[in-house]
C-alpha cells in the first residue's frame, strides 16, 4: 500500500521544486506549494554546493548566494515540521485504538 501511495507524494515534490517544470508555467494558484516543497530547498542547497562559481546556472534555478543559510533554515523546519504532525496524529490515532 506505501507504494501505491509513493507517487502522491513524489511527483507533487519533482513538479514544484522548479526543475522540470518552471514555476512560471504552474497555474498562479498552485504556486504557493513550491514553498513546502523540501526537494526545491534542497536541491537549491546542492546547487549552490556545486554550482558556486557558475553565477548563470545558479540565477537560471532561482537559487540566491546570499539566502542559502535561509533554505538550510527552512529545510530544516519543513523535516522537523513535518515529523512534529506526524508524531501528534500517530499519538492521537494510537491513544484512540489503545482506549
Known amino acids: 500500500q506505501a507504494m501505491e501511495a509513493a507517487p502522491g507524494l513524489f511527483v507533487p515534490q519533482i513538479l514544484f521544486a522548479g526543475f522540470f517544470i518552471k514555476m512560471e508555467s504552474v497555474p498562479v494558484f498552485c504556486r504557493w506549494l513550491q514553498y513546502i516543497c523540501s526537494l526545491k530547498w534542497g536541491m537549491n542547497i546542492l546547487l549552490w554546493n556545486e554550482f558556486e562559481e557558475d553565477e548563470r546556472l545558479l540565477e537560471v534555478n532561482d537559487v540566491n548566494v546570499d539566502h542559502i543559510w535561509l533554505y538550510v533554515l527552512v529545510l530544516l523546519a519543513i ?21
Do not use: D, P
Not at 80 to 90: D, N, Q
Open 79 to 99: 523535516t522537523f515540521g513535518f515529523r512534529i504532525i506526524a508524531a501528534s496524529v500517530l499519538t492521537r490515532k494510537a491513544k484512540a485504538f489503545y482506549n
